[in-house]
């Protein structure tokens, strides 16, 4: 009997620290039930902020504006960190120097694709990576060029994509749907595009909201071939 299978689309933003914790917890969930049915996982834009630069802005100030001074932004930080400490993420967030534009990130998590889901997921985690453990530039070209490689996109290929508007609008385009989709926050994980599950959920919520699909879907079956 073939194993049940479902589609996660995870909306998500790479500059987001929930999205990074949603991450693992998702793992987590997928090896809670790898033995009940195949999940294919494929990666959604989303932007927390489409009017930063590219260049970025100064992070510290960013955040204080954000969230109405120094002890606003710690407080938001203090969930954040002990999440990651759950999780063993392990955050440096005084190493990030800026907070920029992620547009180029995301047209970047697109071309992953190409190569592959596996592909995808890896630049997602590296791009993870290099924003929230090394404080890395998510604007910055060298820094995803660098993970392109790793991920085995040729190099030339994507400094002559980012330097022009290759995706650019289908990856907007993208964003706009998750909003009028009623997205409002992320990561937001669509389940076989009909159940959402909001948040950095727990590994055994996101579980259970998988069973829950697979049964209805056994339950329709059933009725329908009753009907």
């Not at 063993?88 to 967030?93: M, S």
Request: charge should be negative.
């Amino acid at each position: 009997m073939t194993a049940p299978s479902l589609t996660i689309d995870v909306v998500s933003d790479v500059m987001c620290p929930w999205c990074y914790i949603g991450k693992r917890r998702l793992e987590d969930a997928l090896a809670e039930v790898r033995n009940e049915f195949d999940v294919e996982v494929r990666w959604r834009p989303y932007q927390l902020d489409p009017t930063l630069p590219k260049e970025g802005k100064d992070r510290k100030q960013y955040l204080e504006d954000k969230f109405g001074g120094a002890t606003g932004a710690e407080q938001a930080y203090a969930t954040v960190r002990a999440a990651g400490e759950e999780e063993e993420i392990p955050f440096a967030f005084d190493k990030i120097k800026v907070s920029a534009n992620t547009l180029d990130a995301h047209r970047l998590i697109r071309w992953a694709g190409s190569l592959g889901l596996p592909a995808q997921h890896q630049m997602v985690e590296l791009l993870f990576k290099a924003y929230f453990e090394d404080g890395k530039s998510l604007g910055d070209d060298a820094v995803l060029i660098e993970a392109a490689e790793q991920v085995g996109l040729e190099t030339p290929v994507v400094e002559r994509l980012l330097s022009g508007d290759a995706d650019r609008d289908t990856v907007a385009a993208e964003i706009d749907q998750a909003r009028q989709m009623g997205v409002t926050g992320v990561p937001c994980f669509i389940i076989d595009m009909q159940y959402a599950v909001v948040g950095a959920q727990s590994a055994e919520a996101l579980a259970d909201a998988m069973r829950k699909i697979v049964a209805s879907r056994g339950k329709e079956a059933a009725g329908n071939d009753n009907g």
